[in-house]
């Protein structure tokens, strides 16, 4: 089978195109290191099926970043049949960087001039046929995004593979094409691949290159020798670079006609000068994601029932809601577009229920199977499917931010401000996606260079609230703004949410400058411009998340929920009991004193275990945690006078937190705890295979003690508002030992200089 691959800039519509030629729901994010590893894929449009590999994107061949060795290492190595340069057609000069390095391999190249639908849209003009002449291969020219243009694409790069091609460099006329000359006959006589490739290399100085061909670096410094002060008056590969644009400004441009219109800011550069700005870019980026946060967990849609005092009254009963109409209004007024979706999924949850406890009942089987199947499965099932809507409503909004462009911008702004505390704005990448998954964020920083900040980039990705956070973020809170009133819950969630990300933010900056020291990774990032997201690419995306969920909801929630049901309402001995003498009920209560010192543990009496358990299910799966209470709700509630479940959504959970009498300040601890502790279990084992061997332990004892200690303090100074003063002296002692630590190592430093 012929082997394709897929080779071009950041953001030139690489991956877009794989998935249109494959059909793989590959995630198309608009940044760079969406795609750290290769992706390999089946076009079956031609006469015979064609193997399509999608390599990460690069700006060059030259082995500085993780995603170029890939991309480099598979064209040198796997020896692909066709390399289809994707060319972004509205940066011409910049893409065709990469390309006048691809045609000095000897390798078929077919060039894609992608985005051309973009460049008639601005009424430019580009020649496609005066290209393919001065690059010597064919050019096609598509739209990946619109599917145009694919097929004829297709065949040409077919067509091209079944032809050998020898490789040709634009240098051919520099002042070191000499050199490159003899260094390529000399490979050539030893049998060397893709010599005229490995010749420039080797004129760059390039440190594989250097290692691997040492006779032919005694001929490049004979060579430097010689020409000091002609052509090698400055750095050799800058010297090659701008031979390159030289090349590419004298013979292509001409191929690019701009209209006046295009001349003029486009309205991406006209949103970028607001949404970018240096002082107001992160306060609206804060802004739109509250707003996000408000669609998803508010039930006051646009606080409106706060100003115009019309919602139904649901206590006083003066316009008493049915089922139905609750799932669009309640007491605090029109519910958000995430709140209905919810108590519409919670409403049919219900009455599933319903019909399965009916169902079981009829069936004639016992007390212990009814049980099982109701208490034990369905309300651990159940619990998490009734937030699948809610969190995908989440994930929706989320993803049109990354499709449009924009968060590509956030960690354009961003970088100034973690660049302070010891990160470049391209860490934001992987945390920003620790939003949806902890998992496949872990994976994107390969594509960090740095080591030191790759590994505390892994260790404070789980800090960035995950999908399967967020039902417990939305529990809690519900069940605070439940309790008193005023309180508005979505505030509340995105206050949490912004807490995990300056905790992030300090515990990097800590880590710069005792265990971490050293210097910031410059950033560089290609930002593609504003454009509406691709409805098939949206619904792929949250399909995939959707068979997560539910691949999690009846794999280890159901096995979860079945363990939690039977160690708390068996003894010991085996002997079905009340969940007072349960398996359970004893292992909580004897380490329940752990979790005392953050609210949720020996004060509670005879209910803290229960936030223990949840706390060490959530361990696995954060979905456990509110599985488990849905778990244990009954039991529970058949120890309370009077108890109420709430019917069904998050009612059982609300009433069940309400019933152990724990206080609003131990629950926030709660959920801190949660936020920051160990990720669930397929996390940890990503952040393990990302991280050096023999330092993952290190990386389990900075999340057990920095949600234990931060959890702490939370509850002291949110219970006893005077213990602010104390923490804030610890902090402020900690600061000063820092940089006096720091100043000391300015001043031996310096000494030593001066000794030398």
């Known amino acids: 089978m012929l082997k394709l691959a897929l080779a071009g800039n950041p953001n030139c519509g690489k991956t877009t195109l794989f998935n249109a030629l494959t059909g793989s729901t590959a995630h198309v994010g608009n940044w760079p290191g969406v795609t750290v590893d290769k992706r390999e894929g089946v076009y079956k449009k031609l006469n015979v099926p064609v193997s399509v590999v999608d390599l990460p994107g690069i700006y060059s061949l030259s082995p500085y970043t993780p995603e170029e060795l890939i991309a ?107 050199l490159i000359g003899d260094i390529s006959i000399a490979l050539r006589g030893k049998g060397v691949e893709h010599p005229l490739f490995h010749a420039v290399k080797l004129a760059e100085g390039d440190e594989q290159e250097v290692k691997a061909h040492p006779q032919e670096v005694q ?12 052509c090698f008056s400055g750095d050799a590969e800058a010297l090659i670079a701008d031979a390159r644009y030289r090349y590419i400004t004298a013979h292509f441009s001409e191929a690019l006609t701009r209209s006046a219109k295009a001349r003029s800011l486009s309205g991406s550069d006209k949103a970028d000068r607001v949404l970018t700005h240096r002082i107001w870019g992160i306060p609206i980026f804060l802004l739109i994601l509250f707003g996000i946060f408000h669609l998803t967990f508010g039930e006051d849609l646009f606080y409106l029932n706060a100003i115009f005092k019309f919602a139904y009254d649901v206590d006083t009963g003066n316009k008493v809601l049915n089922s139905f109409v609750a799932v669009f209004f309640s007491s605090a007024g029109v519910s ?19 019909g399965i406890a009916s169902g079981v009942s009829s069936a004639g089987a016992a007390a212990w199977a009814q049980g099982l199947v ?11 499917l009734s937030f699948i809507p809610q ?85 809690v809170c519900g069940a605070i703004a439940a309790q008193y009133t005023g309180v508005n819950a979505d505030l509340l969630v995105f206050a949490l949410y912004l807490f995990g990300m300056a905790m992030a933010v300090v515990t990097v900056a800590v880590m710069r400058q005792t265990t971490m020291r ?30 997560h969920y539910i691949k ?82 009954p039991a529970i509630g058949a120890l309370i006078p009077g108890w109420d479940d709430g019917e069904s959504g998050i009612g059982p959970v609300v009433a069940l937190m309400q019933a152990t009498g724990i206080t609003w300040q131990a629950l926030i601890a709660f959920t801190v705890f949660n936020m920051l502790t160990i990720p669930c279990f397929a996390a940890a084992a990503t952040v393990k295979g990302e991280t050096p061997k023999g330092k993952f332990r290190y990386t389990l004892a900075f999340w057990m003690l920095t949600s234990y200690l931060t959890a702490t303090a939370v509850y002291l100074v949110l219970s006893w508002w005077w213990t602010a003063f104390i923490l804030l002296a610890l902090i402020a002692l900690f600061v000063a030992y820092i940089l006096l630590r720091g100043r000391a190592s300015s001043c031996r430093a310096c000494r030593c200089r001066v000794e030398k």
């Open 219 to 230: 001929t490049v410094k004979a060579f430097q020798k010689q020409c000091s002060g002609e």
């Open 552 to 633: 999690k909801a009846f794999t280890i929630i159901v096995a979860s929920s079945v363990v939690i049901w039977f160690l708390s309402n068996f003894s010991w001995n085996w002997q079905m009991v009340e969940i007072q003498n349960s398996i359970l009920y004893d292992i909580g209560a004897f380490v329940q004193w752990v979790c005392t010192p953050m609210g949720f543990g020996s004060q509670l009496g005879q209910f803290g275990w229960v936030f223990v358990v949840a706390a060490v299910t959530g361990l696995i799966a954060k979905e456990n945690v509110i599985s488990t209470f849905y778990v244990l709700a």
């Open 391 to 475: 969190i995908l409503f989440l994930f929706l909004l989320l993803s049109v931010l990354e499709d449009s462009g924009y968060m590509a911008r956030v960690a354009f702004i961003l970088d100034r401000a973690f660049r302070k505390f010891g990160l470049s704005g391209r860490a934001f990448i992987p945390m920003i996606m620790g939003f949806g998954c902890s998992v496949p964020a872990a994976i994107n920083t390969r594509t960090l260079a740095d080591e030191k900040e790759r590994i505390m980039t892994n260790r404070v990705i789980p800090f960035f609230t995950c999908g399967a956070k967020a039902p417990i973020l939305a529990a």
């Open 336 to 354: 958000t577009p995430g709140a209905i979706l919810f108590n519409l999924m919670g409403f049919l949850c219900s009455l599933a229920g319903d």
């Open 72 to 178: 480099r290492n598979y064209i040198l190595e796997e020896k692909p049949d066709c390399v289809i340069n994707i060319v972004d057609a509205t940066n011409l000069e910049r893409n065709l960087y990469l390309t006048t390095q691809l045609l000095e391999m000897d390798v078929p190249v077919v060039v894609a001039l992608n985005m051309m639908d973009a460049v008639r849209k601005k009424g430019d003009t580009l020649d496609a046929h005066r290209l393919e002449q001065e690059l010597g291969v064919p050019v096609a020219e598509i739209s990946a995004l619109r599917g145009e243009g694919i097929r004829e694409l297709m065949q040409r790069a077919y067509k091209a593979a079944q032809k050998k091609r020898e490789g040709k460099s634009v240098l051919a006329h520099s002042a070191l094409a000499h």
């Open 518 to 547: 050293g210097e910031v990774a410059p950033f560089i990032m290609e930002l593609p411009s504003y454009h509406l997201p691709q409805f098939r690419s949206l619904m792929v995306h949250l399909w995939d998340k959707l068979k």
């Open 374 to 384: 109701n208490d034990g499965i369905w309300s651990g099932v159940s619990g998490v």
